[in-house]
C-alpha cells in the first residue's frame, strides 16, 4: 500500500520566518505535488515535480519555493511566512505518466499557522 | 482548461437516506474523474475513478458513480447513508492534454452531515 508521509500534522510559525514542510512517499512514485486547502475553495495546487530536480508552478506559487533532491522527498519552502498562508497542507504521488489513470495518493496534511 | 463544479458546498441526509452529492465537469478532451473523501484531520482518500471503461463505476464504502457525458457529470451516490459517511467529498478531473497531464483539478468540496 502506497505510504506518503507529511512529517507535521500541526505546525505553528511567526511571521517571517522561513519553514518548510517535508513529504516522504514509499512507492517510487515519479510525480509529487503540493496543495494547500482552504474552506470553500478546494484544493489549489501550489507546486509539482515530475522527477528529480524538475518542478512545475501549479495555480498559485506564490510565496513558495519547492525542492526535490530525492525521488521519495518533496519539501516545500515558505520563504517568508506570512498570516495569509495558515493553511492545511496536503502533499500528494502519482506513479509515471504513462499510467495517467492511476490517482493521487495523499498524506494526512500538516496544519500550518502562522501567528 | 478543465474545471469542475460541485453543487452545494453543504448536503445533510438522515441515515438511511439516499445520498447525491453532485458533480459537473468541463473538458474539451475525454476526462479521467474522481471522488476523493476526506475524513476530519485526514488527507484525501480515494472512493472511485472513472478511466473510460464502463459509464457506472463502483467505490469503496458502498458508493458509485455514473458518467454521464450528455451532461458533463459525474454525480457520486450511496442507496443508505451511515454515520460513518459524514466528511467533506471532493470531485477532481484530470484530462489526458500537455503539460497540465498530470494535474488535478478539484472542486470546492461538499460537506455531507448524516442526521440520526
Known amino acids: 500500500d502506497v505510504k506518503v508521509t507529511q512529517s507535521s500534522r500541526y505546525l505553528v510559525k511567526r511571521t517571517g520566518e522561513k519553514v518548510f514542510l517535508e513529504c516522504v512517499q514509499d512507492?517510487?512514485?515519479?510525480?509529487m505535488f503540493w496543495y494547500r486547502q482552504d474552506p470553500g475553495l478546494g484544493l489549489r495546487l501550489i507546486y509539482f515535480?515530475?522527477?528529480?530536480?524538475?518542478?512545475e508552478k501549479g495555480d498559485i506559487p506564490e510565496g513558495y519555493s519547492v525542492s526535490r533532491e530525492k525521488k521519495e522527498r518533496f519539501s516545500l519552502i515558505l520563504e517568508s511566512a506570512s498570516t495569509n498562508q495558515t493553511s492545511m497542507y496536503l502533499c500528494?504521488?502519482?506513479?509515471?505518466?504513462?499510467?495517467?489513470?492511476?490517482?493521487?495518493?495523499f498524506g494526512d496534511g500538516t496544519r500550518l499557522s502562522i501567528l | 482548461a478543465q474545471s469542475v463544479t460541485q453543487l452545494g458546498s453543504h448536503v445533510s441526509v438522515s441515515e438511511g437516506a439516499l445520498v447525491l452529492l453532485r458533480c459537473n465537469y468541463s473538458?474539451?478532451?475525454?476526462?479521467?474523474l474522481f471522488w476523493y473523501v476526506q475524513y476530519p484531520n485526514q488527507g484525501l482518500q480515494l472512493l472511485l475513478k472513472?478511466?473510460?471503461?464502463?459509464?457506472l463505476v463502483k467505490g469503496i464504502n458502498g458508493f458509485e458513480a455514473e458518467f454521464k457525458k450528455s451532461e458533463t457529470s459525474f454525480h457520486l451516490t450511496k442507496p443508505s447513508a451511515h454515520m460513518s459517511d459524514a466528511a467533506e467529498y471532493f470531485c477532481a478531473v484530470r484530462t489526458p492534454a500537455s503539460g497540465s497531464a498530470r494535474q488535478l483539478t478539484f472542486g470546492s468540496g461538499t460537506q455531507l452531515t448524516v442526521l440520526p
Open positions: 500528494a504521488s502519482t506513479p509515471p505518466e504513462g499510467r495517467r489513470n492511476q490517482p493521487q495518493h
Open positions: 472513472y478511466t473510460s471503461a464502463a459509464t
Open positions: 512507492m517510487d512514485h515519479e510525480n
Open positions: 515535480s515530475y522527477d528529480v530536480k524538475m518542478k
Open positions: 473538458s474539451s478532451v475525454p476526462p479521467y
